[in-house]
């Protein structure tokens, strides 16, 4: 499988003319994985050879503003180019607890109404991840007044025993957040492509003259 990795963004605090805040972009199969949106990544995007539209998944570390103060806009451009007739899957979206209700809040407030379907799947941090003061509970809203293209994301505790969350589990991989110990409840991913089993076309090898033998040995 192909797979290659885009750094968009690895300044702290803020952009800067010649460095973007943290964003980085995982390629495969086709689809964009992204992890961090920071201000101005969409920017960054464009200067690059990745299309905003080609993302899938977007998987954000924290909730300080260099790590995600670009989502809102990013979807925003996505849905713009995307035109009135979508038919693409939702994108989904991973972060702390509090991430959806961000963006539920700068959609209402903007009168912003995305033409594509999105789902936000909370991480629910565990008390010792940060300093107590540091964690706080989010009023999610209501699923009444939720946007309409938003879905029915999942709220994921921490596995105790694999000490990890699991985010997805499909046919090539297995993507998993780790606890990371921060000032604010922030997280870790790691991405595991599945083995595949491999494809020998014998008739091919037969007509280059080629000849596989098959040894059995016998105890």
């Given amino acids: 499988m192909s797979m290659d990795v885009t750094f968009l963004g690895t300044g702290a605090a803020y952009p800067s003319p010649t460095r973007g805040a ?97 789902v936000v799947h909370e991480l629910v941090p565990t008390a010792d991840q940060c300093p107590t003061e540091e964690l706080k509970e989010f009023a999610h809203a209501n699923k009444v007044d939720s946007p309409p293209k938003e879905g029915q994301g999942r709220t994921i505790l921490l596995d105790s025993e694999e000490n990890s969350y699991l985010l997805v589990d499909d046919e090539q991989f297995v993507v998993k957040a780790f606890r990371l110990f921060h000032r604010i409840p922030s997280f870790g991913f790691s991405v595991v492509e599945k083995k595949r089993p491999g494809k020998l076309n014998a008739q091919k090898l037969k007509d280059l003259g080629v000849f596989c033998f098959c040894f059995l040995s016998h105890q």
Avoid at 71 to 76: D, E, K, T, Y
């Fill in 22 to 118: 943290s964003a980085l972009v995982l390629r495969c199969e086709g689809e964009c994985w992204l992890f961090d949106c920071g201000e101005g990544t969409q920017t960054q995007l464009m200067k690059s050879q990745l299309k905003a539209g080609r993302i899938t998944k977007i998987f954000i570390t924290h909730l300080h503003g260099d790590h995600f103060f670009g989502l809102p806009g990013l979807l925003c451009t996505i849905s713009l180019q995307s035109g009135s007739m979508v038919t693409k899957q939702p994108i989904e979206i991973y972060g702390p607890a509090g991430l959806r209700d961000f963006i539920w809040r700068t959609m209402e407030l903007s009168h912003t109404e995305l033409v594509f379907p999105y």
